[in-house]
């Protein structure tokens, strides 16, 4: 294949593949599942993203159990989105004034996932992550 110029820098033909899915847009996407976990209850996805869902979502709640509250709100608020639910309460408010102290008593294992089976397209598979009562 011919020189084609600089489409992407990094030398003097450029970069010919460019990843098309980076960290930032993982994260990204983490966050908008962690704040989908916290409104609704529940989310399905894949079991690799099932894992850091559950990893995040286990370390907001300890958060919320810290006695220095404004500054455990500022931390969780770097990482859960701005998102009112039907109600008009922010997933903030959800997470410190209903499932945090829900989850007072319990030493960790907060969240769960259970196996739903393979997704139709491309057989993967699927679970369904929901806070434990």
């Known amino acids: 294949m011919p020189a084609q ?3 992407n820098v990094h030398g003097k033909t450029g970069v010919r593949f ?7 847009k993982y994260e990204n ?8 976990l916290i409104l609704k209850g529940h989310v399905k996805v894949t079991a690799a993203t099932g894992k850091d869902v559950v990893k995040e979502a286990d370390r907001l709640v300890t958060l919320t159990k810290k006695e220095d509250v404004m500054n455990a709100k500022r931390q969780a608020a770097r990482f859960v989105r701005n998102i009112n ?7 903030l408010d959800v997470l410190f004034n209903e499932i945090g102290p829900k989850m007072k008593t319990r030493n960790g294992g907060y969240t769960r ?15 369904l992550v929901t806070w434990v009562e």
């Open 5 to 7: 110029g600089r489409k």
């Open 29 to 36: 996407m983490l966050r908008n599942v962690v704040t989908d």
């Open 113 to 127: 996932a259970l196996k739903l089976g393979n997704r139709r397209g491309d057989d993967a598979p699927i679970v």
């Open 18 to 24: 460019k990843a098309a899915y980076t960290k930032s």
């Open 85 to 91: 639910n039907e109600n008009g309460s922010s997933a």
